[in-house]
């Protein structure tokens, strides 16, 4: 019998806890919904600011950037006795412009996510943005050539359901809104919400075509192309490329808008004070890169409908976190859209497993599709 540790594993099914660690960075950036929203509650105006926070947190990324490059350099170095440099290691001119473009793109849809954030409750809004998945998987399939397997069907199905009972029209989002405007402000709410998930859906498989075409090179040595995905300093020097073009349109919107001035009277006024506003700026703007940096890694390490799954995810934490600090109302409506949406990620997962087993051909080594990439270094 063939020696099952020599044996490679079918392609797009390794194992590597570089997924894991971009799952967990998107569980980290959960509570950036919540502080957007908070802005928004304690009488922030911004909308170009409130785009800043979940797009501004690039440079934290140069750090560990300029660190994990210098290692690199060292170990290839000592290992091939010198004929390498850091700009091996440099994004290629193409992908630069190519996730600079969608950089304004993900930024256009942080701006959509804002207005539908300042209109609607958190337990909301987050139920709209699930539908991003639904957006994803066709661009997925359109454009990078996703199958689906009749449980990601299923999931996709269920996770847009979901979200679509809440199109009956306003219920306990009437409590952020009263009067004759109520229903026109919540259906803009509503638009903006979906446009956004829209955005989202389209962003993240494109990056994915990108990174393909892209953001995998040659052997070093001029050997054949092996297929093996970008290393996560490639990801995040992606990352920090996306944030930086989409900080250059929300500084113009600032700009063109004259929000610069009001940041001074808007801090004044803040609900929880002061010294609570620039809390609530800083550490959303770092929930948000991590959730960031974390969907892009999945992306390149896995596949853009994984890291669609893992934003669905992110709706029970963000119900949960609203009903607890916000102290929103979670009714009925809102209960049966939530119960659609969690059906569907779990029938995701099982499908994913079960695809898995068959694939492998041994049941033992696969317990969570979020285990399973093509991404194998770092």
């Known amino acids: 019998m063939q020696d099952m540790s020599n044996a490679p594993m079918p392609p797009g099914h390794r194992l590597s806890p570089l997924v894991i660690i971009s799952a967990f960075l998107v569980l980290l950036g959960a509570g950036g919904s919540l502080l957007i929203r908070v802005y928004f509650v304690q009488g922030g105006q911004s909308l170009w600011l409130s785009t800043m926070i979940q797009v501004s947190g690039w440079p934290l990324l140069l750090p560990p950037i300029c660190i994990s490059l210098l290692l690199r350099s060292r170990r290839r170095d000592r290992d091939r006795d010198g004929g390498y440099s850091i700009a091996d290691d440099l994004l ?34 987050s139920l709209l943005q699930a539908t991003q998945l639904a957006f994803n998987a066709l661009c997925a399939f359109v454009f990078a050539g996703i199958r689906f397997t009749p449980f990601s069907v299923n999931a996709v199905v269920l996770l847009t359901v979901g979200p679509a009972v809440l199109g009956v029209g306003p219920s306990s989002s009437d409590e952020t809104v009263s ?11 509503f638009t903006e919400c979906m446009a956004s ?23 070093p040595a001029g050997g054949a192309f092996t297929g093996a995905p970008p290393s996560y300093v490639t990801v995040m020097q992606v990352q920090a ?24 009277r808007e801090a004044a006024t803040f609900g929880l004070g002061e010294t609570s506003y620039c809390l609530v ?5 770092v929930s948000w890169q991590l959730c960031n940096l974390g969907i892009m890694g999945l992306v390149a ?7 669609g799954i893992m934003l669905a995810l992110l ?24 119960v659609l949406c969690l059906w569907g990620f ?22 969570c599709p979020l285990l399973i990439t093509t991404c194998n270094n770092f």
Not at 324 to 331: A, G, I, P, S, T
């Open 92 to 125: 290629q001119p193409r992908l630069v412009g190519a996730v600079a473009v969608l950089g304004v793109l993900f930024a256009l849809a942080c701006y959509a996510y804002s207005l539908g954030s300042q209109a609607l409750p958190l337990t909301t809004s």
């Open 179 to 189: 009067g004759e405007g109520s229903r026109t402000a919540y259906w803009a709410g």
């Open 197 to 219: 998930a829209a955005l989202m859906g389209l962003v993240v498989p494109l990056f994915e075509v990108a990174m393909s075409r892209y953001g995998r090179r040659t052997a």
């Open 241 to 264: 490329v996306m944030g930086a073009a989409g900080t250059v349109l929300c500084l113009v919107g600032m700009a063109v808008m004259e929000e610069f001035q009001a940041v001074p």
């Open 281 to 285: 700026l800083i550490f959303g703007t």
């Open 301 to 307: 390490c896995s596949s853009s409908l994984l890291a």
């Open 315 to 338: 709706l029970p934490l963000s119900e949960v976190l609203a009903v607890v600090f916000l102290h929103e109302k979670f009714d009925g409506v809102k209960g049966v859209a939530l």
């Open 346 to 367: 779990v029938s995701y997962l099982y499908g994913e497993s079960a695809q898995n087993k068959k694939l492998t051909k041994d049941p033992e080594s696969i317990c």
